[in-house]
């Protein structure tokens, strides 16, 4: 499985950016997809996630009403829009594959595959 991610750069506070991460693999369908950010000297935090039929999403608290997770499956890619941008959002930003079911996939451990993350900034 490989992942691609895109979309990242530099915006100005209360704008918006969508984040594009394409990925390999013939069960894209089945698997549950996750974003995750790492900020400059902070450990990676858990962003947003998406089950494998779309049906449920999870958001951290911090993103919550301002991001939206989705996914393509016809196109195996999974977007991450995020509005309302604060300078605190900058950070790398990583999607990430779980192929493990029942795992709670708020968390770094649950995932599998990783992408090789996409810059952004927002300027104040």
């Known amino acids: 499985v490989q992942l691609q991610a895109s979309g990242g750069g530099l915006v100005q506070a209360g704008g918006s950016l969508r984040l594009s991460c394409a990925v390999s693999?013939?069960?894209?369908?089945?698997?549950?997809l996750g974003w995750f950010r790492q900020a400059p000297g902070k450990e990676r935090e858990f962003v947003a996630a998406?089950?494998?039929?779309?049906?449920?999403?999870y958001y951290a608290d911090s993103v919550k009403g301002r991001f939206t997770i989705s996914r393509d499956n016809a196109k195996s890619t999974v977007y991450l829009e995020m509005n309302s941008l604060k300078p605190e959002d900058t950070a790398v930003y990583y999607c990430?594959?779980?192929?493990?079911?029942?795992?709670?996939?708020?968390?770094?451990?649950?995932?599998?595959?990783w992408g090789q993350g996409t810059q952004v900034t927002v300027s104040s």
């Open positions: 990430a594959v779980q192929r493990r079911y029942g795992l709670v996939p708020t968390t770094r451990p649950a995932y599998d595959y």
């Open positions: 693999g013939r069960t894209f369908s089945s698997y549950t």
């Open positions: 998406i089950t494998w039929s779309g049906s449920t999403t």
